[in-house]
């Protein structure tokens, strides 16, 4: 694993593997479960990383980091990822379909690890990616009215990012088809699963 991977997965471990599990806690005991979810952030943000050290720290000591492919798990936890962090809470309509249209494409990506070998699903899955990127790039643009106007450069230099990664994609799909490296497929959608979540918290903070 390359230091760059290791920042991909320090920056999905918070949003992808802890904050939904909290929010699964929270309908136990929503007053703990707010002050633990505090204590992540506040740690994560102090000390960039943090999440993903305990993540691949447990795993050291049940002695299984070595079975566990990170890049798998990565991908396949982003299918059941609806929390709600990632999303921007409003009656307004086109913010809704923003929301479904960003779970959308990350439960497509993660559709990935269980389609790759199968050349006519992996095809088809390909498509659906091409065509959920741009209802979600679609849907981005849909809703630039909403937001202030110091914001709008910051939205859009994060969608500039976003479709970056949609084309590095495009070309590891390109590539695959003549090595058939399925890692560096992971590793892409993984990018493509974090330009996401990325994206959507960048809309989200510039209209709060």
Do not use: W
């Amino acid at each position: 694993m390359t230091m760059g991977d290791e920042e991909l997965y320090a920056s999905m471990a918070l949003p992808g593997v802890i904050l939904p599990i909290l929010e699964e806690l929270q309908r136990r005991d929503p007053e703990a479960t707010r002050s633990l979810k505090a204590a992540f952030i506040k740690a994560e943000a102090q000390h960039p990383g943090f999440t993903y050290d305990l993540v691949t720290g447990i795993l050291q000591k049940a002695e299984i980091e070595n079975s566990v492919d990170m890049s798998e798990c990565m991908l396949r936890l982003a299918g059941t990822n609806t929390c709600t962090d990632l999303q921007i809470l409003s009656d307004e309509e086109l913010l809704k379909v923003l929301n479904d249209r960003s779970i959308n494409l990350k439960k497509i990506l993660s559709r990935i690890p269980d389609e790759i070998f199968d050349r006519k699903k992996f095809l088809d899955t390909i498509k659906d990616t091409a065509s959920a990127i741009r209802m979600l790039l679609d849907s981005v643009n849909g809703i630039f009215h909403l937001i202030d106007g110091p914001y709008k450069q910051t939205v859009e230099q994060r969608k500039r990012e976003f479709v970056k990664y949609s084309r590095r994609f495009s070309n590891t799909l390109k590539e695959y088809f003549r090595d058939n490296g399925k890692q560096s497929v992971f590793l892409s959608a993984n990018h493509l699963v974090n330009q996401t979540n990325l994206l959507m918290k960048t809309v989200k903070d510039a209209l709060n």
